[in-house]
């Protein structure tokens, strides 16, 4: 074999070897072996919840770099993210550990934060906000559970069981107790109810008979139109009332005209006059108040006139009553 | 006992071996020519057979999983699945056991019939020790063209593994989806410490061929029973130290 063809065919198979091999790690990570790119910051959390090494810094689900080292400092753990160096990550972006898939994979989420505020730098520490990891979740989930287990379990007892028979035994013995009667009961319900249907007795009519209904719809008018009539004659009272108050007519001048008020009392000396003479006992009128018989006589014809008046004074309410309860029954 | 102790004293004088070998570290660059075939013999001529054998490794693994992956909806990961075990393990071991095969084998038959012709003795009588002129080269060759055999065969495993889920109607996981789940979940990491095993092995199998062909006893039958201990030893090394080599990685 030639020497030196077989050299070239060396030199181009090794060369081969190293172009796959920087092809491969460029495509894997952009080619971050070689050579440490962007900035560093520091995160501090609580519990890192098995972040490692290599885990993806995504900012809003875009991967912007990656987990350079997890450490323990006093009291919290830190990582350091490195950062891809054309990301800016404003002062107030907010970092929480997320799990991107249930299998357990984790990355570290950042928020945009405000845009334009003040950027992080190198080294400097980001916020952080602690988030409910899967195992807690289940967690609380199986408490749930087991509330709702309870739950069910306290229905089911006072349902079905326990002492002194659940709902559902007093119920059933209700129920047995009772046939007999909740079928009297039944067939009788059955019975009233064909009756009814039927058109007898008078619910039955009263279901059933449309002349009935038209009645009362009658009457209900009438009653409409006296109730009107008593609003108008309330009206008229009222009108008078008015007037009085007016001190028109005579009841009104009576109240409240000074003249009359003064004529009135010149009229009642002149009374007081005459009934002193009544009481003496002269002239006509005054033989009449002395002397008894006539006065007899008088209280006699005053009492049927009373009762006349009486009479006359209970006729109207009832008469209008009576013609209303007429035409409703 | 007796066994025990020869083990033991195997693995010394293929240590002290190394060390004798390396103390000629210095002589490479004078013995270039020898270095280059050496490459040529390694590494190009077996560039087929490691094309070949990692292509279908590939093919296979991502039929299989596309098989058994289905069964729980994972179809979406079978190119992690094959890029991770192509890189980690399958391309490594894979080329491992070619080189043991292909390289070792012929080492070790080509060392042992030099020993038992005496033409090792006749080295040694005119001052070239044979760690110089025989063993050096072969060591730096193997070096230098096992990662590049590691990295053509994780390729081309990829490929075939993306070849058959695009075509295989079972499967059908399109080659974009296929080398997107690749990358996601696949670090530079893994595929440097693929490269790395590859290293070691490559290594440990010259070494070990080396050294039994050097101490070959006897006739030409001996220098068959050489090649076939050659062969056996360096499998099973391979196979011990890749468990051992993946933990150390896993936990650096």
Same mark, same amino acid.
């Not at chain 1, 009222?238 to 409240?256: R, W």
């Not at chain 2, 390729?155 to 109607?169: I, K, M, R």
């Not at chain 2, 029973?225 to 130290?241: D, N, P, Q, R």
């Given at each position: 074999?030639?020497?030196?063809?077989?050299?070239?065919?060396?030199?181009?198979?090794?060369?081969?070897?190293?172009?796959?091999?920087?092809?491969?790690?460029?495509?894997?990570?952009?080619?971050?072996?070689?050579?440490?790119?962007?900035?560093?910051?520091?995160?501090?959390?609580?519990?890192?919840?098995?972040?490692?090494?290599?885990?993806?810094?995504?900012?809003?689900?875009?991967?912007?770099?990656?987990?350079?080292?997890?450490?323990?400092?006093?009291?919290?753990?830190?990582?350091?993210?490195?950062?891809?160096?054309?990301?800016?990550?404003?002062?107030?972006?907010?970092?929480?550990?997320?799990?991107?898939?249930?299998?357990?994979?984790?990355?570290?989420?950042?928020?945009?934060?405000?845009?334009?505020?003040?950027?992080?730098?190198?080294?400097?520490?980001?916020?952080?906000?602690?988030?409910?990891?899967?195992?807690?979740?289940?967690?609380?989930?199986?408490?749930?559970?087991?509330?709702?287990?309870?739950?069910?379990?306290?229905?089911?007892?006072?349902?079905?069981?326990?002492?002194?028979?659940?709902?559902?035994?007093?119920?059933?013995?209700?129920?047995?107790?009772?046939?007999?009667?909740?079928?009297?009961?039944?067939?009788?319900?059955?019975?009233?109810?064909?009756?009814?249907?039927?058109?007898?007795?008078?619910?039955?009519?009263?279901?059933?008979?449309?002349?009935?209904?038209?009645?009362?719809?009658?009457?209900?008018?009438?009653?409409?139109?006296?109730?009107?009539?008593?609003?108008?004659?309330?009206?008229?009272?009222?009108?008078?009332?008015?007037?009085?108050?007016?001190?028109?007519?005579?009841?009104?001048?009576?109240?409240?005209?000074?003249?009359?008020?003064?004529?009135?009392?010149?009229?009642?000396?002149?009374?007081?006059?005459?009934?002193?003479?009544?009481?003496?006992?002269?002239?006509?009128?005054?033989?009449?108040?002395?002397?008894?018989?006539?006065?007899?006589?008088?209280?006699?014809?005053?009492?049927?006139?009373?009762?006349?008046?009486?009479?006359?004074?209970?006729?109207?309410?009832?008469?209008?009553?009576?013609?209303?309860?007429?035409?409703?029954? | 006992?007796?066994?025990?102790?020869?083990?033991?004293?195997?693995?010394?004088?293929?240590?002290?071996?190394?060390?004798?070998?390396?103390?000629?570290?210095?002589?490479?660059?004078?013995?270039?020519?020898?270095?280059?075939?050496?490459?040529?013999?390694?590494?190009?001529?077996?560039?087929?057979?490691?094309?070949?054998?990692?292509?279908?490794?590939?093919?296979?693994?991502?039929?299989?999983?596309?098989?058994?992956?289905?069964?729980?909806?994972?179809?979406?990961?079978?190119?992690?699945?094959?890029?991770?075990?192509?890189?980690?393990?399958?391309? =490594?071991?894979?080329?491992?056991?070619?080189?043991?095969?292909?390289?070792?084998?012929?080492?070790?038959?080509?060392?042992?019939?030099?020993?038992?012709?005496?033409?090792?003795?006749?080295?040694?009588?005119?001052?070239?020790?044979?760690?110089?002129?025989?063993?050096?080269?072969?060591?730096?060759?193997?070096?230098?063209?096992? =990662?590049?055999?590691?990295?053509?065969?994780?390729?081309?495993?990829?490929?075939?593994?993306?070849?058959?889920?695009?075509?295989?109607?079972?499967?059908?996981?399109?080659?974009?989806?296929?080398?997107?789940?690749?990358?996601?979940?696949?670090?530079?990491?893994?595929?440097?410490?693929?490269?790395?095993?590859?290293?070691?092995?490559?290594?440990?199998?010259?070494?070990?061929?080396?050294?039994?062909?050097?101490?070959?006893?006897?006739?030409?039958?001996?220098?068959?029973?050489?090649?076939?201990?050659?062969?056996?030893?360096?499998?099973?090394?391979?196979?011990?130290?890749?468990?051992?080599?993946?933990?150390?990685?896993?936990?650096?």
């Amino acid at each position: 074999m030639n020497n030196t063809s077989q050299t070239i065919r060396v030199g181009l198979f090794f060369l081969l070897g190293l172009a796959l091999a920087w092809i491969t790690f460029e495509s894997l990570n952009g080619g971050r072996l070689f050579k440490k790119q962007g900035y560093t910051l520091v995160a501090g959390f609580a519990n890192l919840k098995g972040l490692k090494t290599g885990d993806e810094i995504r900012m809003a689900g875009v991967k912007v770099g990656a987990i350079e080292q997890t450490r323990l400092a006093d009291h919290r753990v830190e990582a350091l993210l490195a950062i891809e160096p054309n990301v800016k990550i404003p002062a107030d972006a907010v970092a929480s550990i997320e799990q991107s898939s249930l299998l357990g994979s984790n990355y570290l989420g950042i928020t945009f934060g405000t845009p334009g505020g003040a950027l992080l730098k190198d080294q400097d520490e980001i916020k952080t906000k602690v988030t409910a990891d899967m195992s807690e979740v289940i967690s609380q989930l199986g408490n749930l559970g087991a509330k709702l287990d309870q739950v069910v379990g306290e229905i089911g007892k006072s349902l079905g069981g326990g002492e002194g028979g659940g709902l559902f035994q007093r119920l059933d013995k209700l129920v047995t107790e009772n046939g007999p009667k909740l079928t009297t009961t039944i067939s009788n319900l059955q019975d009233v109810t064909a009756k009814i249907k039927n058109g007898e007795g008078t619910f039955g009519k009263l279901v059933n008979d449309t002349k009935l209904h038209d009645d009362l719809l009658a009457s209900v008018g009438e009653i409409k139109q006296a109730a009107a009539d008593a609003r108008t004659f309330m009206g008229d009272a009222k009108g008078i009332v008015t007037d009085v108050k007016a001190g028109k007519g005579t009841l009104g001048l009576l109240l409240y005209d000074e003249p009359t008020a003064s004529s009135l009392k010149v009229s009642l000396n002149n009374l007081k006059e005459v009934s002193a003479k009544l009481n003496s006992g002269q002239g006509t009128l005054g033989k009449l108040i002395s002397d008894d018989s006539l006065y007899l006589s008088v209280q006699s014809t005053m009492k049927k006139a009373d009762r006349m008046i009486d009479g006359l004074g209970d006729q109207g309410p009832i008469t209008a009553v009576g013609v209303a309860a007429q035409s409703l029954f | 006992m007796n066994h025990l102790s020869a083990i033991v004293g195997h693995i010394g004088g293929t240590l002290l071996l190394l060390v004798r070998t390396l103390k000629f570290i210095g002589t490479l660059p004078r013995q270039w020519a020898r270095f280059i075939e050496q490459c040529y013999l390694i590494g190009y001529t077996s560039l087929p057979i490691v094309t070949i054998l990692s292509f279908f490794i590939g093919s296979v693994l991502a039929l299989q999983s596309g098989y058994s992956m289905e069964n729980f909806g994972a179809k979406q990961f079978i190119g992690t699945l094959v890029g991770l075990t192509m890189a980690r393990e399958l391309g =490594p071991v894979m080329v491992a056991i070619l080189i043991a095969g292909r390289v070792g084998s012929a080492i070790t038959a080509e060392l042992a019939s030099m020993k038992v012709y005496q033409e090792i003795d006749a080295l040694t009588t005119m001052n070239i020790p044979p760690e110089r002129m025989l063993v050096l080269p072969r060591l730096a060759a193997i070096t230098v063209m096992m =990662p590049v055999l590691a990295i053509i065969a994780n390729l081309c495993g990829w490929y075939g593994g993306a070849l058959v889920c695009e075509y295989t109607h079972t499967i059908s996981v399109d080659s974009e989806a296929y080398f997107t789940a690749l990358k996601e979940y696949m670090k530079p990491h893994d595929v440097t410490d693929g490269l790395i095993k590859a290293e070691v092995f490559g290594f440990v199998i010259v070494l070990v061929c080396c050294y039994i062909g050097l101490n070959t006893r006897g006739g030409p039958r001996e220098i068959g029973a050489s090649v076939t201990k050659a062969v056996v030893s360096s499998l099973i090394l391979i196979l011990v130290l890749d468990y051992f080599v993946t933990k150390a990685l896993l936990m650096s």
